[in-house]
């Protein structure tokens, strides 16, 4: 257990939806990172969060944004859902701003599958 | 452009042997590179990192290599178990980045 929950484990939904992710991350660590992983791909950096401020985005969507809360837990929330973004959504911590070295634990993913 | 390569989608391993994996990168500005495992219905889970100042990092039974001038580098795995079947990602981070920057993933298969 890596310490790291995210919720729900399973998400199905139809096309031009909006869903809410949530991630809590390990106790003591101040940095979210949302990765996706499609069918047979690697896992795609999405966007980062520390300590409430965005750090750094990747190829994340425009229909898709991200906030993390004072408590430290993270929502990814995915907007006008199409097909393709059924995919797993990691979610990932670390303690440090990220920039400097510190591993990455992540959670156990949620499956989305978009109908 | 995948910046991260694991060119082996998949890899059998009898169980004793040693289980090595591959994995090549295109950037020259990554200062660390990792090794996850993982194991279906779960996330990645943190196996073994080395810097990039360095060539080897051992812990256990799990030793990576790194080639910088051939932008390679290596999990070897000895001697291989049924428990390590799992799917196993290279992974490198940039510096002054947050991210990883992940490659596709190679099955490994370790039968008895």
């Known amino acids: 257990d890596s310490g790291v929950t995210q919720t729900p484990k399973h998400l199905i939904t139809a096309t031009g939806q909006r869903v809410t992710l949530r991630c809590s991350p390990r106790?003591?660590?101040?940095?979210v990172y949302w990765y996706q992983q499609s069918l047979d791909q690697g896992l795609q950096f999405l966007i980062q969060?520390?300590?409430?401020?965005?750090?750094a985005k990747g190829n994340i969507l425009e229909r898709f944004s991200a906030q993390q809360f004072p408590d430290l837990h993270s929502e990814l929330n995915l907007s006008s859902l199409e097909l393709g973004d059924s995919a797993l959504y990691f979610c990932a911590s670390s303690v440090v701003k990220g920039g400097s070295w510190e591993t990455q634990y992540f959670g156990p993913g949620t499956r989305l599958l978009v109908l | 452009d995948q910046q991260v390569k694991q060119n082996s989608p998949s890899l059998s391993v009898q169980e004793g042997r040693i289980s090595i994996l591959n994995c090549d990168y295109t950037n020259s500005m990554f200062d660390y590179f990792l090794w996850y495992k993982k194991y279906p219905a779960e996330g990645p889970t943190f196996l073994i990192s080395i810097s990039s100042i360095k060539d080897k990092n051992e812990d256990g039974r799990f030793t990576v290599f790194l080639n910088k001038s051939a932008k390679h580098l290596s999990l070897h795995i000895v001697p291989s178990q049924p428990g390590d079947s799992a799917v196993y990602f290279c992974a490198a981070h940039p510096m002054n980045q947050g991210n990883l920057i992940f490659g596709k993933g190679t099955k490994l298969s370790v039968k008895p």
């Open positions: 969060y520390y300590n409430g401020e965005e750090r």
């Open positions: 106790s003591g660590d101040l940095s």
